[in-house]
C-alpha cells in the first residue's frame, strides 16, 4: 500500500525513513543538510511531494512536543563540579582530535623529564612543544608539554595519576582550546576592562566571562554591550564582609577559574585571598616596587621620573606584594603633565594585563613561592 492512500493520522515514518528519502531525492547526508531545488511553484508541488513534507512537519512536530525543558530542580542536581567538567573537558577534547597541555611542578630530580616524555611515547602521543625549568634556588621543576590528541583520556590520567604520585608532582591537563571561566572585577576606572572585554570579542583572548562584579555602576551599559551579566555589589567597612561573600557566591556558582582585578580599588580580605590562592591577578598602576597608593602618577610627577610602567601580580593578603608575573614600563619626560602621564600609564596597563591573563589561560604562568615562572 502507497502512503498516500494511509490516513494522515497513522502515517508517521521515522525521522531515519525521512533522512533515506531526502538523500535519494536530493543527493544529500541528511535533512539539515540538504539543498534541495527551491519549492517555489504550486505546479511543482504534486502529491508526493505534499505527502513527504507534511510527514516532515508532523515528526519535526512530534519531537519538538515530546522534548521536555530541564526544570530549576534537575538543573541544580545536574550541575557539575569543578573536576567533572575538565574531565568532561577532556573527553570532548578528544573526541575532537584536539591538542591538549600538560603543565607540571615538582621538587627537582633527575629523570623527570624522561618520565614525562617516555608516558606520552607509550600512549602513542606527540609531543609539539615542551618547555621546562630547573629552579637552583627553590629546587623545584617546572615543565609545560603541548602534545597531540588522545583517544583513550582513562589510561592517560591513569598514567600520568600514577606518575605524579611517585614524584610528588601537582600537574593539570586541559584541552588546548578549553576556555577558562574569568570573572572581572572593577570599579570607576574602565580602560583595563574594556581592553579585556574587546580582545575576547575579537578572539585575541580565549577565555569566557560570565560576569563582571564592581562596586559602582559605571559599566553596567557596556557590560551589557558585550551580553555580560553585570552585578552592582557595592561595599563598605560595614557590609565588606556580606559583600565578598557573595563573590564567592558567584564564583561557586559560574565555576570561575580565574578572577582579574581590572583596576578593582578595594583591597580584598585575607579570607578571599586565601580562598582564591593562586586564582587572583590584579593590575598595579605603578612599576612595583615603586610608588604605592592611590595617585602613583601623580606620585611620578613630583619625582620627576623618566620611565613609569606598571605590574600584573597574583593577589596575597600582603597588599601589592604577591608574585608578578608581568612588567611593562614606557618612557617619558619632564614635559607630560599628570594627566599626559595617566593617559600613558593608562595603554601600559591594558598591556601587561592582557599579557598576564592571557600567558595564564595558555598554562604558561607557574607559581613558585613569592615568584613565578613565565614559559614565553
Known amino acids: 500500500m502507497s502512503t498516500a492512500a494511509l490516513?494522515?493520522?497513522?502515517?508517521?515514518?521515522?525521522?531515519?525513513?525521512?533522512?533515506?528519502?531526502v538523500s535519494k531525492s536530493f543527493n544529500c547526508r541528511s535533512i539539515s543538510s540538504c539543498v534541495g531545488p527551491p519549492i517555489q511553484k504550486p505546479a511543482f508541488r504534486n502529491r508526493q511531494t505534499t505527502q513527504f513534507f507534511r510527514a516532515l512537519h508532523v515528526t519535526q512536530h512530534q519531537n519538538f512536543a515530546t522534548t521536555k525543558k530541564p526544570t530549576a530542580k534537575s538543573a541544580k542536581s545536574t550541575r557539575l563540579t569543578s573536576a567533572d567538567q575538565e574531565e568532561l573537558a577532556l573527553k570532548m577534547a578528544s573526541a575532537n582530535?584536539?591538542?591538549?597541555?600538560?603543565?607540571?611542578?615538582?621538587?627537582?630530580k633527575s629523570g623527570i623529564v624522561y618520565a614525562v616524555t617516555g608516558l606520552l611515547a607509550a600512549q602513542n602521543l606527540t609531543i609539539l612543544d615542551l618547555q621546562q625549568f630547573s629552579d637552583p634556588a627553590s629546587k623545584n621543576f617546572f615543565m609545560r608539554v603541548h602534545f597531540g590528541h588522545t583517544t583513550d583520556v582513562s589510561s592517560l590520567q591513569t598514567s600520568v595519576a600514577q606518575l605524579a604520585k611517585d614524584m610528588q608532582m601537582d600537574y593539570s591537563i586541559r584541552p588546548v582550546n578549553a576556555k577558562p571561566k574569568v570573572l572581572i572585577m572593577v570599579s570607576k576606572i574602565?580602560?583595563?576592562?574594556?581592553?579585556?572585554?574587546?580582545?575576547?570579542?575579537?578572539?585575541?583572548?580565549?577565555?569566557d566571562i560570565p560576569a563582571i562584579v564592581s562596586n559602582h555602576a559605571e559599566f553596567q551599559s557596556l557590560a551589557q554591550s558585550y551580553g555580560i551579566p553585570f552585578?552592582?555589589?557595592?561595599?563598605?567597612?560595614?557590609?565588606?564582609?556580606?559583600?565578598e561573600t557573595q563573590i564567592l557566591d558567584l564564583i561557586k556558582e559560574h565555576s570561575i577559574d580565574l578572577v582579574v582585578l581590572a583596576r578593582y580599588m578595594q583591597v580584598l580580605s585575607p579570607r578571599l585571598c586565601t580562598e582564591m590562592s593562586g586564582r587572583i591577578i590584579n593590575i598595579h598602576h605603578s612599576f612595583l616596587p615603586s610608588f604605592k597608593g592611590a595617585k602613583p602618577y601623580h606620585q611620578a610627577y613630583e619625582r620627576?621620573?623618566?620611565?613609569?610602567?606598571?605590574?600584573?601580580?597574583f593577589v596575597t593578603a600582603d597588599l601589592d606584594e604577591g608574585p608578578i608575573i608581568e612588567q611593562r614600563v614606557a618612557r617619558v619626560d619632564h614635559a607630560l603633565s599628570p594627566k599626559e602621564l595617566v593617559e600613558e600609564g593608562s595603554n601600559?596597563?591594558?598591556?601587561?594585563?592582557?599579557?598576564?591573563?592571557?600567558?595564564w589561560s595558555e598554562r604558561r604562568v607557574f607559581l613558585n613561592g613569592a615568584k613565578t615562572v613565565v614559559f614565553n
Open 97 to 108: 582530535g584536539e591538542d591538549h597541555f600538560l603543565t607540571l611542578s615538582c621538587p627537582d
Open 231 to 243: 552585578y552592582h555589589l557595592p561595599v563598605t567597612k560595614d557590609t565588606k564582609t556580606e559583600q
Open 348 to 359: 601600559v596597563e591594558s598591556q601587561v594585563l592582557a599579557a598576564a591573563v592571557k600567558w
Open 304 to 313: 620627576g621620573v623618566k620611565i613609569i610602567g606598571a605590574t600584573a601580580h
Open 7 to 21: 490516513p494522515a493520522r497513522l502515517y508517521r515514518p521515522s525521522y531515519t525513513l525521512l533522512q533515506k528519502t
Open 190 to 207: 574602565g580602560h583595563c576592562l574594556n581592553d579585556l572585554l574587546f580582545r575576547v570579542k575579537s578572539g585575541q583572548l580565549k577565555i
